[in-house]
Each structure stands twice: as C-alpha cells, then as structure tokens.
C-alpha cells in the first residue's frame, strides 16, 4: 500500500512539475503560500470596503495609487534593512507590520476612510520588506533549468488561494452584513483571523536556511547607475515599468466594476473563485510547455487574446459579460506576467551574482513597476466616468502591453549572449 502511495505521489509531483523543484523551494512556496493566505483579504476586500464606505469608486483609486507611489519607498527601506539583516529577517519585519496593520484596522474600521493615506502608507512598508526578501530568494532558490516551472508552481498556489480564500471571505462578510451597522462585523471577524493566520506563517521562517550577509553596503544610487549603464538590466526594468501599467490597475479595477453593480462581497468572492480556477490552468499548461525559448510567443498570444476579449465589453456591459471578462484575463494574463517574470529572474541572476548586487536592482524594479502601476491609475482616472470610459481605459492599458512584449524581448535577446563583466561592491 505504501509503495502505491510513493507512485501516486511520484506521478502527481511529475504532472505538477513539483518533482523538479529543490526542497530550499519546496519550504520557501509554502511559506508564501501562508503569506498569501493572511494578504489576501487586504488585496482583494480592502477596495470593496472604501467602496462600502464611501458609496463610490474614487476613494478606492486613490487608495491604491497611494500604496503604488509608497510602494517603492519601502522596498527601498527594506533593501538597506535587508544588506544588513538578511532576506529573511526583512521578511519577518514585513508579517510584523502587516499583523500590526491589521490590529489598526480592527481598531478605526469605521473611520477607515479618515486613516487611509496611512493604511496605504503601511501596507507599502509591509509589502517593501516581505517582497525584498521575496525577490532576493526567487533566484538563490532557483536555477535557469527549474525556475519557469518553480514560478508557474507558485502561480499555480496562488491561483488555489485566490480560490478559496475570497470565496469564504466574501461568503462571511455578506453573511454577516446585517448583524452590525455598515456591514462590517464580517472584515472584522476576516481581518482578526488574519492575524492569526500571519502568527503561525511568521514561525516558519525559521525552516528557510541561514542567510549568508556579505559585508558589503547596499547603495540605490548604485543600482540606479548600474541598471542604467547595462542594457540588459535596463530592458528588464523597462518591461515591468510597462507591465505595471495594466497589471497595477486590472488587480482590482474589474472588482470594482462588478461591485458599482452589484454591492455584493459574495459576487466579488465568486469572481475571484473563477479567476482562481482559470490562473492556476494557466499555470499549469505554463509549468509544462513554457521556456526560455517559447516566452515571447506565449507573451504575443496571451495579449493578443485579451485585446480581442476586451472589445467584447464595448457590446456590452453587465455582470456576466465582466465575470466572462475576468476569468479570461485570468487565464491570459499569466501567459503575459509568467514568461516575464522568467526572464526577469534570469537577468538577476546573470547581473547580480551578490546578494547586495540583487537587493538593489530589486529596489531599482519597484521604481519602475510601482510607477507603471500609478500611470496606468492615473490613466483611468482621467477617463470619463462611464461605462465605455472604463472599456476604453482597459483597452488602452491592453495595448501599451505589446511594448512591455517588444522590451521583453529586447532582454531575452541579450540573455542569450549576455556575459557578466565583474565591478566591485565596496
């Protein structure tokens, strides 16, 4: 019986890809996992909330294009933290503000519109130093040959939290939604769970091996300088800058559209439930067929497709058409992040041989991804308030992608011949 089990598992570690994955990663995706477990309700309800609370949309953009200018303030916080302790420690630094974050949520929920400058403010410093630690790691724990199917496998953890979690989240806080005035007593009880949810994921930090902190100090101003006199690492930076631009926004813009029609938290965990099962599709058929060699095509198709879908919108627009919407952008977005991320991962890797070489061109990508993300905010913000004013900014975020496709490509290229030149790191 045993030995069936052993095979069984064997097979299904080969279908998933897991079976090429080393066991530093195997505990480093479970670890993110549990990170993602604890975020999510910040990622996906917080929108809704200032939506609840205000009766509109605006608070909710303002919001996020605050967190995106932060953003990069707390990578950068994080990157001179992370020179000194170690990725880990910037890690653990990270859950502590997010547990710190939500303990402060449960206690001005109701005046949360009030405090939301510093709401975003803490969500940038927590995310800076957990997503340091995060990229720093990525590629210690991968290699060229394993790390398409490692980050198709987070991809794919990702897609089954998305599944869940929202699901449940939304399903509590409708359920929930006329016990209390406002509807809130269900993000109290989710953002309390959180809490304890981040407590047990902290603790596993220990099993991730002792970081190696190389008596070096870390200067953006460094990284600023090497990116911009190395080509390969400028293509890289200018893809996500580009990336950032759609990416930032369609994380929680479709959301908002289903909600201004329907004020449902149940509609939008549904949502999120299909989008999930669509992502984690995706990133399987990714894990198996993705290469370096093949990722500018699955990056040319995936937007290609999204265009297409998008012009559907323009027939018409109401909760099934956007829903229909979501889960094909789910799908086909992956195909556009995935491949990119593959190839961002590989110029770390071939530029930054030092851990300090690597905090500080992470610090220089969230420059540029963060700041994709605030125009591609303020792009929609600038559309007109209507239905194809939002069909029409979605398109146009659509479109600038196959630019992010054309520098993608650029660095892919580069890859191939690329060959570092040694500097210093006083």
């Known amino acids: 019986m045993k030995n069936g089990w052993d095979r069984l598992r064997g097979r299904a570690e080969g279908l998933l890809g897991l079976d090429r994955l080393t066991e530093t990663f195997r505990t480093f995706a479970l670890l993110h996992f549990g990170f993602l477990i604890f975020n999510n309700l910040q990622t996906v309800f917080i929108n809704t909330l200032f939506f609840r609370l205000t009766g509109g949309a605006d608070t909710t953009l303002q919001y996020n294009l605050i967190t995106y200018v932060f953003n990069p303030i707390g990578t950068t916080l994080a990157m001179y933290y992370a020179s000194k302790k170690g990725s880990t420690k910037a890690m653990r630094l990270g859950f502590f503000t997010f547990i ?72 509590i806080i409708s359920a929930c939604e006329g016990v209390m005035e406002g509807g809130l007593l269900g993000y109290y009880i989710m953002f309390a769970l959180s809490i304890a949810v981040a407590l ?33 690492m400028l293509d890289a930076v200018g893809a996500e800058f580009l990336k950032g631009i759609r990416e930032g926004t369609l994380a929680f813009y479709l959301n908002i559209l289903l909600f201004e029609l329907i004020q449902s938290e ?86 930054c041989p030092t851990n300090t070489e690597s905090a500080e061109f992470s610090t220089v990508k969230s420059f540029f991804l963060d700041y994709g993300r605030v125009a591609g ?34 660095a892919a290229k580069r890859l191939e011949t690329y060959v570092h030149q040694e500097e210093p790191v006083a």
Request: proline content about 4%; hydrophobic content about 50%; overall charge positive.
């Open 100 to 171: 710190f974050l939500y303990a402060f949520f449960l206690c001005v929920m109701d005046a949360a519109v009030w405090f939301m400058p510093v709401i975003a403010f803490l969500v940038s410093w927590a995310g800076g130093y957990y997503w340091m630690g995060y990229c720093i790691k990525v590629p210690l724990y991968t290699t060229d040959e394993n790390r398409d199917v490692s980050l198709s496998v987070i991809g794919m953890g990702t897609g089954i939290v998305n599944l869940i979690m929202p699901t449940i989240t939304g399903g």
């Open 200 to 232: 047990i994921t902290v603790f596993y930090l220990k099993k991730l091996p002792q970081d190696q902190i190389v008596d070096a100090k870390v200067s953006l101003k460094r990284g600023f300088h090497k990116t911009f006199r190395n080509p390969l």
């Open 266 to 351: 149940a509609l939008i965990g549904a949502n999120t439930l299909l989008t999930g099962l669509f992502s984690i599709l995706a990133y399987w058929v990714l894990g198996k067929r993705l290469k370096p060699s093949n990722r500018i095509r699955y990056m040319a198709g995936g937007v290609t497709t999204m265009l297409v879908c998008t012009l559907i919108l323009f027939v018409r627009m109401d909760v099934i058409t956007i829903l229909m919407f979501s889960v094909i952008n789910a799908f086909f977005n992956n195909f556009l992040l995935s491949p990119g991320n593959g190839i961002y991962y590989s110029v770390v890797q071939k530029t």
């Open 377 to 410: 905010v303020l792009l929609v913000m600038l559309m007109p308030k209507t239905t194809y004013g939002s069909v029409w900014g979605i398109l146009l975020l659509t479109v600038l992608q196959y630019a992010a496709i054309f520098v993608s490509s650029l």
